[in-house]
Structure formats: C-alpha cells, structure tokens
C-alpha cells in the first residue's frame, strides 16, 4: 500500500505543476525511508519511531490498518505529539493521514521545514487558503524557531 502510495505521489499533480510530495520517492528510492506496521499499537510504534531517526532515516511510516476512528482524533493527537516534541525539544514531527489505514509520517523538524522552504519558493503552496498555510506550513515554522531554542 504504501510503496504504491509513494510512487502515485511522485506523478505531477496538474493543479500544481509538480509532484505532490517531490521527495517521498527519492528518499524511499534510496533507502531513506522505513515502513513500519502495527495492529493496535500505532502511538507506541509512532514515540518507537521518533527515537529511529538519523542522519540516514529520513523518515518513518508507521501504517495501523486497524485503526478505528476518525481523521480528526488521529490529527489532534499528532498535534499533541508535536507540542510534546517541541516542548521536549527534539527534532521531530509527526505527520497524520488516513485512507484504508491510519498513517503518521514521523521524520525530523528541521528536514521537513526545509522541504517546505523548498517548495516555497517554487510556489507550491500557492493553491493553500490562508488557514491551511498558517496551520500546516507558517505554524509548524514557529515550531522550529521554538525546538531551536
């Protein structure tokens, strides 16, 4: 599912003119990313994944296909992880997604920001509202001034 899933986002998006994620399948492609599956235990597996990386993880998928609720609980917990990692200040974050599974992309703070400096500047997020860039992209960029500090 995921491998399938990587390959589809490196497909040029016609909204944007571009990929929708330009670097999941070189990472992937390169041995950078590790895929992780769980059954029930998808919180624990994802605090297992903040410890697993560096300088040659980029990221970890921790995949759930058992996952019972919805994508709102799923995001306000990544969020809460992330107010632990920042507060902590280590250099992670934690990304949620749900299909046909509960999805959190764990990965550093700091190479996740400068991806989305990246894409920035090349006009990616131009098709976000302004809620959307200030919650996803604008906040998580506070964030890493604070992890920083």
Same mark, same amino acid.
């Given at each position: 599912?995921?491998?399938?899933?990587?390959?589809?986002? %490196?497909?040029?998006?016609?909204?944007?003119?571009? /990929?929708?994620? /330009?670097?999941?399948? /070189?990472?992937? *492609?390169?041995?950078?990313? !590790?895929?992780? =599956?769980? &059954?029930? =235990?998808?919180? /624990?597996?994802?605090? %297992? %994944?903040?410890?697993?990386?560096?300088?040659?993880?980029?990221?970890?998928?921790?995949?759930? !296909?058992?996952?019972?609720?919805?994508?709102?609980?799923?995001?306000?917990? &990544? #969020?809460?992880?992330?107010?632990?990692?920042?507060?902590?200040?280590?250099?992670?974050?934690?990304?949620? =997604?749900?299909?046909?599974?509960?999805?959190?992309?764990?990965?550093?703070?700091?190479?996740?920001?400068?991806?989305?400096?990246?894409? *920035?500047?090349?006009?990616?997020?131009?098709?976000? *509202? %302004? =809620?959307?860039?200030?919650?996803?992209?604008?906040?998580?960029?506070?964030?890493? #001034?604070?992890?920083?500090?």
């Amino acid at each position: 599912m995921i491998e399938q899933w990587i390959n589809d986002l %490196a497909e040029v998006d016609s909204t944007i003119g571009m /990929p929708l994620c /330009p670097f999941a399948k /070189p990472a992937y *492609d390169a041995g950078r990313v !590790e895929i992780v =599956h769980t &059954a029930g =235990h998808l919180w /624990p597996e994802v605090l %297992a %994944a903040s410890l697993k990386l560096h300088d040659d993880l980029d990221v970890v998928v921790v995949v759930d !296909e058992t996952y019972a609720g919805g994508y709102d609980e799923l995001e306000v917990i &990544a #969020d809460a992880l992330n107010d632990f990692f920042t507060a902590a200040g280590l250099d992670c974050w934690a990304l949620s =997604h749900l299909s046909d599974a509960a999805v959190i992309f764990v990965q550093k703070l700091t190479e996740l920001d400068n991806s989305a400096a990246k894409l *920035d500047k090349l006009g990616y997020y131009t098709h976000y *509202d %302004a =809620h959307d860039y200030e919650r996803l992209i604008a906040g998580r960029r506070r964030r890493r #001034d604070q992890y920083a500090r």
